[in-house]
T-cell receptor
Framework: GAGVSQSPRYKVAKRGQDVALRCDPI?????LFWYQQALGQGPEFLTY????????KSGLPSDRFFAERPEGSVSTLKIQRTQQEDSAVYLCASSRDRGSADTQYFGPGTRLTVL | LAKTTQPISMDSYEGQEVNITCSHNNIATNDYITWYQQFPSQGPRFIIQ???TKVTNEVASLFIPADRKSSTLSLPRVSLSDTAVYYCLVGPMDSSYKLIFGSGTRLLVRP
């Protein structure tokens, strides 16, 4: 079916607000990844889910960042008390199988701007 | 994971062949080489992947010399729509699931 979708595509938040970014992976994909991409840089890994289990959250920059995938499908990345340095594009990717043996398919990203 | 080095930017003209070389001197025996393409306002897209020698698909070719310390992505007869950022990634397929992106090569194709 359709590829990875993300919503909203653009989000403007005032410093201190909480935001929630949604990712709809390709149906049936086991693995789901979140990346953060600063302007002019390549994406940087944040966290990884295998089904509903969060197996790696080593890339989350602070405890203000939280991700979940409760039913093993849709995932939400939540950022609490946003700061200006959180401004970036947040990319979600999914892959069919476990690990990197399969291609990661990326969504279009959510551009977060914190004022 | 092996660190990669690639040119920051490249210019080309429509119809030309473009070769982007990536250096990965510390590549490990079980590392693969993967290239992604990213257009503005889109997520990266897988182009090609290889381990050694040459790999070709409908989009590009990937040349890997015997020592595997570098690789070259070849785009035949580029068009304006090939203007994008190209990332070279190196890592093991079997155990690493985090894609490690560098800053990429910004390719500009001119008319």
């Amino acid at each position: 079916g359709a590829g990875v979708s993300q919503s909203p595509r653009y989000k403007v938040a005032k410093r201190g607000q909480d935001v929630a970014l949604r990712c709809d992976p390709i149906s049936g994909h086991v693995s789901l990844f979140w990346y953060q991409q600063a302007l002019g840089q390549g994406p940087e890994f944040l966290t990884y889910f295998q089904n509903e289990a969060q197996l790696d959250k080593s890339g989350l920059p602070s405890d203000r960042f939280f991700a979940e995938r409760p039913e093993g499908s849709v995932s939400t990345l939540k950022i609490q008390r946003t700061q200006q340095e959180d401004s970036a594009v947040y990319l979600c990717a999914s892959s069919r199988d476990r690990g990197s043996a399969d291609t990661q398919y990326f969504g279009p990203g959510t551009r977060l701007t914190v004022l | 994971l092996a660190k990669t080095t690639q040119p920051i930017s490249m210019d080309s003209y429509e119809g030309q062949e473009v070769n982007i070389t990536c250096s990965h001197n510390n590549i490990a025996t079980n590392d693969y080489i993967t290239w992604y393409q990213q257009f503005p306002s889109q997520g990266p897209r897988f182009i090609i992947q290889g381990y050694k020698t040459k790999v070709t698909n409908e989009v590009a070719s990937l040349f890997i010399p015997a020592d595997r310390k570098s690789s070259t992505l070849s785009l035949p007869r580029v068009s304006l729509s090939d203007t994008a950022v190209y990332y070279c990634l190196v890592g093991p397929m079997d155990s690493s699931y985090k894609l490690i992106f560098g800053s990429g090569t910004r390719l500009l194709v001119r008319p």
